[in-house]
C-alpha cells in the first residue's frame, strides 16, 4: 500500500511542460495532402514543420516505403486546434472517397467522379 501511495505522488511530480514540445498531428503518404494542411496551419497562425518531406527534400537516403511525411506542431498549445482543422479536411477530401462500381458496365470508377468515365452512366445512390 505505502509503496503504491508513493508512487502516484510521484506521478504528479512529474515534469511540467515548462519545455515546448512538438507533437506530431498526422501523417500520410500523400504528399500532397500534407503540403495542403501545413499551409491550412500556417494560414491559422498554428506553427508547424513537416519532416520526411522526401519528394521535396531530396535527400534520397530514406527508404521510401517506411517513411512517410509527417506534420509536427511546434507548439503544444495548438494540438487540438491543429487535429481538429486537419480531422476537417481529411473528411471532405475527395480522395478519401472510396471508390464505386458501375451497375451499367462494371467498371470500376474513381469515388472523385460521380459518372461513369467509361459509359457515362451516374453513380448509384447509396443504399440504392
Ligand atoms: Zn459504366
Redesign the pocket.
Known sequence: MAARQLASGTRSLARRATIRLMRKVYTSDNIAIIGHLRQVLEHHAIPCIVRNDFLFGGAGELPVNETWPEIWVVDDEDVDRARALIDAIVATEPESEPPWL?V????K?EGQFTD?W????SRPEPGG
Open positions: 458501375c451499367s458496365c462494371g467498371e470508377v461513369c467509361r459509359c457515362g452512366a
